[in-house]
């Protein structure tokens, strides 16, 4: 009894070891894409994403709520496989399910908490960030409006707001059609998002 437990215990020791690189090797990256509901959809299937969730970010209120994130975008962070999609990659994945040229904020949710925006933690996530923009902005034949700015706290979003369209897809296609979301980034992108 004693040796089967023993062995048991090292064979689970074997797999969690096993499995601890994978998940170290993950890594994260903030957006604001204006609605976080509609950030994290879009986003979720672009392969190498592994996990997003939604939250607030670039803002110096501590603990923002919904009700409550003046100076906040709203964000999320999306959890990726750098085996599988490169960090300047996941950041053209993004550009393309946002309207990157709107200052004010994004389809049919403006102010200041719905501009978008990329938040870079290195160097090398400046430099490739700048550079997608900067192919963005030439394939569109317009200034981005999309910001660039160094990573701040990640504030997660309050549970209802987690995975929204999954959890509500009624409400949420009906707010994603009402806006005109989709209609509006075939129009910026034409064929090619």
């Not at 070891?17 to 994290?40: I, Q």
């Not at 110096?60 to 990659?89: C, F, M, W």
């Not at 707010?175 to 064929?191: P, S």
């Amino acid at each position: 009894m004693k040796t089967r437990l023993i062995a048991a215990i090292a064979a689970s020791a074997l797999i969690l070891a096993d499995a601890a690189p994978a998940a170290a090797a993950l890594k994260t990256a903030v957006f604001a894409g204006g609605c976080f509901w509609s950030a994290e959809h879009d986003i979720e299937h672009t392969p190498g994403v592994t996990a997003v969730v939604v939250g607030y970010s670039g803002g110096a209120r501590a603990r923002p709520s919904y009700e409550n994130h003046e100076g906040h975008l709203e964000s999320i962070r999306v959890t990726y496989d750098p085996d599988k999609i490169t960090y300047a990659q996941l950041v053209d994945a993004f550009f393309h399910h946002i309207d990157p040229t709107d200052p004010n904020g994004q389809i049919c949710d403006y102010g200041p908490s719905y501009r978008t925006a990329v938040f870079v933690s290195t160097p090398e996530e400046k430099a490739a960030a700048e550079a997608v923009k900067a192919q963005v902005a030439k394939a569109l034949h317009q200034p981005v409006a999309t910001m660039i700015l160094p990573a701040s706290t990640f504030w997660m979003g309050e549970g209802y707001h987690q995975d929204y369209a999954k959890n509500n897809p009624m409400a949420y296609m009906q707010y994603r059609i009402g806006c005109g979301r989709d209609r509006k980034l075939k129009a910026v992108w034409g064929g090619r998002s």
